[in-house]
């Protein structure tokens, strides 16, 4: 149970913040966000931007920035088999408080059930933001199709891209 394996992705132009629950086992081993192949996330945020879809780790943190977003996780810490949220245990959320002293959050959305259930739990309470669940992009997720989540994701991102 080490600590968060990549810090957050925010600038002094980050409006919305996207959190996950816990990097997956591939994540971790390629070193960012949504690294899984089947993951849509990364599709999807270049869908929804109008963009190229990024493939090395610097373009997808300059996609995040460009578009006033903030990416990183609820969980700083946790128990966890393979890639299943619903095995998190042990959970120990992320401190919030310096990137929403240097950011401009406003709008906090949660990708998937279990990643909006630990924030309303841990970190809701403490930065007193409500956060949106949104379907997650997970390969787990199978039953919400890509279009599901463009119209989804894309009416409650719309107001917060840049």
């Not at 270049?46 to 090395?56: D, H, I, K, R, S």
């Not at 610097?58 to 966890?80: F, M, N, P």
């Not at 990137?99 to 906090?108: G, R, Y």
């Amino acid at each position: 149970m080490a600590g968060h394996p990549f810090g957050p992705v925010a600038g002094p132009n980050s409006r919305a913040l996207i959190l996950g629950s816990w990097p997956s086992p591939k994540s971790r081993q390629l070193g960012f966000y949504y690294g899984h192949p089947q993951n849509r996330f990364w599709p999807l945020l270049a869908a929804l931007t109008g963009e190229q879809l990024p493939v090395e780790i610097e373009a997808k943190r300059q996609l995040i920035l460009r578009h006033g977003l903030a990416l990183w996780d609820v969980l700083d810490s946790c128990t966890i088999t393979g890639a299943s949220d619903a095995s998190i245990r042990d959970a120990v959320p992320v401190d919030l408080t310096a990137l929403l002293q240097a950011a401009p959050i406003q709008a906090v959305f949660c990708n998937g059930t279990a990643a909006h259930t630990l924030y309303t739990k841990h970190l809701q309470p403490v930065c007193g933001l409500p956060a949106v669940r949104l379907p997650s992009t997970s390969p787990a997720n199978a039953a919400v199709r890509m279009a599901q989540l463009q119209q989804v994701w894309g009416e409650a991102l719309a107001p917060w891209l840049v």
